[in-house]
């Protein structure tokens, strides 16, 4: 099964900064899509942005455009997200997503990592 880690969440007050990372586990010929969504507590999880690996098309929710960039390095089988501008409604737990990844064990469909933390103060 495909391994994402994630890493790059804290604590940061109102109008900072953050980076998350998300590397995938070893043995991958290709990735066709790497997302982020994110679920705060007592609501559903929501696309935050998701990355075309092959092209490198973007795409955005509404409310963190022109806040967050979403990046990947296919070499490293890793996407980024920087988070600039954050606000107290960003506070959430972040998850990676990996669509149709092509390993050398097959083809494997919509994995998640573990999630990291993002806690905005205001």
């Known amino acids: 099964q495909v391994q994402l880690v994630e890493s790059g969440g804290g604590l940061v007050q109102a109008g900072g900064s953050l980076r998350l990372s998300c590397a995938a586990s070893e043995n991958i010929f290709s990735i066709n899509v790497m997302g982020w969504y994110r679920q705060a507590p007592g609501k559903q999880r929501e696309l935050v942005a998701d990355?075309?690996?092959?092209?490198?098309?973007?795409n955005y929710a509404d409310s963190v455009k022109g806040r967050f960039t979403i990046s990947r390095d296919n070499a490293k089988n890793t996407v980024y997200l920087q988070m600039n501008s954050l606000k107290p409604e960003d506070t959430a737990v972040y998850y990676c997503n990996a669509d149709r990844v092509v390993t050398t064990r097959g083809v494997e469909y919509n994995s998640w990592g573990q999630g990291t933390q993002v806690t905005v103060s205001s």
């Open positions: 990355i075309i690996t092959s092209r490198g098309t973007t």
